[in-house]
């Protein structure tokens, strides 16, 4: 149960990439409500991505396995620090399109 908190990290992580870039796409200057939406959702399915990474890492942590921890650990920081930095940039950029 506990491993599929990777796999709804990982995708709500490209959930989190698809939604700027669909509004990217899909660009029309009257539809800025639409860009709200998916930004919230964006950052959001960012934010609840790296809660499960926390949440895993508790129960590594719970669990005592020390070992998988210390072998994760690295990674996740890395994944975490791509995910959420691309996230902030794939909104930033539609932000920018979008007020222009």
Request: charged letters at 10%.
């Amino acid at each position: 149960m506990m491993g599929l908190l990777n796999v709804g990290s990982l995708i709500l992580g490209i959930v989190a990439w698809v939604l700027p870039a669909i509004s990217l796409l899909s660009y029309d200057k009257t539809k800025v409500k639409k860009w709200l939406v998916f930004s919230i959702l964006s950052i959001t399915a960012c934010a609840l991505a790296l809660c499960f990474q926390i949440i895993y890492n508790y129960h590594l942590v719970k669990i005592q396995d020390w070992a998988a921890l210390l072998d994760t650990t690295g990674a996740v920081v890395f994944a975490s620090v791509v995910l959420l930095s691309v996230t902030v940039l794939l909104n930033a950029i539609t932000f920018i399109k979008t007020v222009k």
